[in-house]
DNA sequence: AGCACGCCGACT
DNA sequence: GTCGGCGTGCTC
């Protein structure tokens, strides 16, 4: 068996209740955010309150007679603790919304990123809604009616879950009609069909695998887009009946509803944005993250947990099937295929060739390659047109010296929205309607690089009658038919397409890699092999601009060899995901404590510390605070976690002014820091 | 966090 | 004598 990927340490949820009769005391994690308050409490239980069981919410008093929110983790006849005991003020709500499970990956993946175990339940456990719980109180448990037919494509990975297996997963592109029941409810329509990406009825065949076993899957999806197309994958595939959303997105009573179901214990498909990780799913089958390498997997919540390592830790405890799936294998999930803790696999086949481009030079912005081939495939199919920035020029000059022109309150990139549109900053928003230049006074503005709409305007007069579509943030579109149009989006809204694109361009290569940055390579793969998944089987994909191992990458039938090669490099400069990061903010005086104290493991090197940047920690002031990062092992995960809550907690002792940024704080696996190398 | 407890310098 | 400074400790 191969070794887990790093040490794990668990927690358990009890009762010591002698069954029939109360509890005569309660321990309690109370929701707070300080450190000094991260351990069960416990309390009695006064004579004649009921209810009092693990897993629900109550209020407690703490320290006086102020009250705090918490949730009963277990119940004793005897007390543990030996100072004065409070009594339970109350029980919120009956529901047992902290599962014993969920309760015991929030202590393990709190303990493994030295953060607090309330902060990952305020991610995990969404805010009560009275009326959605009296609902769900009420209801009454129907059968589920029987799982639909099995579909022939649906023959992919055989006994992954029965077998529990571990496996990365390499989709291949392409789009797939189904029939679409997922909102037949609402609607009352039937026989509608829908256009997805492969992956997810690929997904969506893994997860009737638990289904079939009457077991529960978890799915975790970056945005509500693929979401969305999961949902319709895994409708056709088990029925709408067993599919649970639990999207942030939804409105709050929605989101619980979701919430709620998931503790009834049917076998259903759970999907979700990152917090999904959590949902309660008491008999988990299955675990699947999909696009393991989005950055929309990483929590921007303390203890700032990417899903993905969060679906590892709730792997090793439940022993669940594990899937990491995407388009493009990430940096981390290889780590653990060369690791042995997971199975390679690949799905699929590409359909689609890839052509290289380089730019030859500024003013033709479309390469002649890739305007023949969308001139082609716009004769019967609509075409994709990627690129790296909204609006029309993403950045202005002054039209004297030639100085970049700034934002007068904040110091942002004026760029223009619209053509003719007066200048706006891109960070703030704030209009500069009379922009004077702040070095030479000129009032002249020219325009820097092509955004979404300028691009579109400019292959609308290229290819005279055929309909031009804006996709981005402000625009956004799911879907689009099968009609011959040009669609231009920014990367990560491109539309699906019926029947998929003829023609893919992946345009501004050069700007997506000119960025610094760790990740940024491994980012643009990602990102195109995104856009190149939504091409019909046939199509032509052209990529501009870019150069080197990248281009490969995505020319090729495979992003493995890409993502070995970014592994091996990270190795040698021992950048992560190769090591662990710690990222120590706080005093400088703080911040040498922790240092020394985590000096003494043998595999860690400490970069700085240097003066941290002012927006590192708001409320700080320039020149405050340092920053050092630490690199580790992974064996020394819990070592380090260890240390850093332990300086943390000590650092919180000391008294601060009010309003002052914490005296230290330790992020581990931040990539902020590693965005600018 | 936020508050009580406690031990040293200037005050009516 | 005692009022109040804020370093230290604690929250069931």
Not at 5 to 19: F, K, Q, R, V, Y
Not at 619 to 627: A, K, N, V, W
Request: aromatic fraction near 4%; include cysteine.
């Amino acid at each position: 068996m191969p070794a887990e990927p790093d040490g794990l340490p668990s927690g358990a949820i009890a009762s010591e209740t002698a069954p029939g009769g109360e509890p005569g005391y309660a321990r309690v994690v109370v929701d707070s955010r300080l450190p000094q308050l991260d351990r069960l409490f416990e309390y009695r239980v006064p004579p004649g309150m009921t209810g009092v069981e693990p897993g629900v919410r109550v209020r407690v008093p703490l320290r006086g007679d102020r009250m705090t929110a918490g949730w009963v983790v277990e119940t004793a006849d005897a007390r543990a603790w030996e100072g004065e005991v409070a009594d339970v003020e109350k029980v919120v709500s009956p529901v047992p919304v902290l599962q014993p499970e969920v309760w015991a990956l929030a202590r393990a993946v709190a303990d493994r990123a030295a953060g607090g175990a309330a902060d990952v339940l305020r991610v995990a456990i969404p805010g009560r809604q009275a009326r959605v719980e009296k609902q769900w109180l009420a209801r009454e448990r129907s059968p589920l009616p029987a799982l639909p037919a099995l579909a022939e494509s649906e023959a992919v990975l055989p006994r992954l879950v029965e077998d529990r297996r571990r496996v990365a997963i390499e989709c291949a592109g392409g789009v797939a009609e189904v029939v679409d029941l997922s909102d037949a409810i609402d609607s009352g329509a039937t026989n509608r069909t829908a256009w997805v990406g492969r992956w997810a009825i690929a997904l969506a065949a893994i997860a009737r695998q638990a289904v079939e076993r009457g077991e529960q899957a978890i799915m975790v999806v970056p945005d509500h887009r693929d979401q969305r197309q999961l949902r319709i994958a895994l409708s056709a595939a088990i029925g709408s009946e067993r599919v649970v959303e639990l999207d942030a997105r939804q409105k709050n009573p929605e989101r619980y509803r979701g919430f709620l179901r998931c503790i009834d214990g049917d076998p259903v498909a759970i999907i979700g944005p990152r917090s999904a990780v959590y949902a309660p799913a008491a008999n988990l089958g299955l675990l699947a993250i999909w696009e393991d390498g989005d950055p929309l997997l990483s929590e921007p919540l303390a203890p700032w947990v990417h899903a993905r390592d969060a679906a590892l830790v709730r792997q090793s405890q439940s022993g669940c099937a594990l899937v990491l799936a995407g388009h493009a294998r990430s940096s981390d999930a290889e780590r653990l295929v060369e690791l042995g803790f997971l199975e390679h696999e690949r799905l699929g086949a590409h359909r689609v060739r890839v052509l290289p481009s380089a730019l030859t030079d500024d003013s033709r912005r479309v390469p002649a390659v890739a305007f023949r081939a969308a001139k082609e495939a716009l004769a019967t199919q609509p075409v994709l047109v990627q690129v790296a920035r909204p609006g029309h020029a993403p950045g202005l000059r002054c039209g004297d010296c030639g100085v970049r022109a700034r934002c007068t309150s904040c110091a942002g990139p004026l760029g223009r929205s619209a053509r003719g549109a007066v200048p706006s900053c891109r960070l703030c928003g704030r209009l500069a309607a009379a922009w004077r230049c702040q070095s030479c006074h000129g009032t002249t503005l020219t325009e820097v690089g092509r955004g979404s709409t300028r691009i579109a305007e400019e292959l609308g007069r290229a290819f005279p009658g055929v309909p031009v579509m804006v996709a981005d943030g402000e625009h956004e579109r799911l879907t689009v038919d099968a009609k011959p149009r040009l669609v231009v989006a920014t990367r990560g809204a491109e539309p699906i397409a019926d029947g998929g694109y003829g023609a893919v361009l992946l345009l501004d290569g050069d700007a997506l890699l000119s960025r610094e940055g760790l990740r940024v390579a491994e980012e643009a793969v990602r990102q195109w092999a995104t856009a190149r998944a939504l091409a019909a089987d046939g199509a032509t994909v052209v990529l501009t601009g870019a150069g080197g191992t990248t281009v490969t990458a995505i020319t090729g039938d495979t992003t493995v060899p890409f993502a070995k090669a970014e592994l091996a490099e990270r190795r040698s400069l021992r950048f992560p995901p190769a090591v662990r990061t710690a990222s120590v903010v706080g005093h400088p005086d703080a911040v040498a404590e922790a240092i020394e104290v985590l000096g003494v493991l043998e595999h860690l090197d400490v970069l700085g510390p240097v003066p941290a940047p002012a927006d590192v920690v708001k409320g700080s002031r320039e020149g405050e605070l340092e920053r050092a990062i630490a690199r580790f092992a992974y064996a020394d995960g819990a070592r380090v976690a260890g240390i850093a809550r332990g300086r943390v907690l000590a650092a919180a002792a000391r008294p601060r002014k009010p309003g002052a940024p914490p005296r230290l704080r330790i992020r581990l696996d931040d990539p902020e820091p590693f965005d600018g190398l």
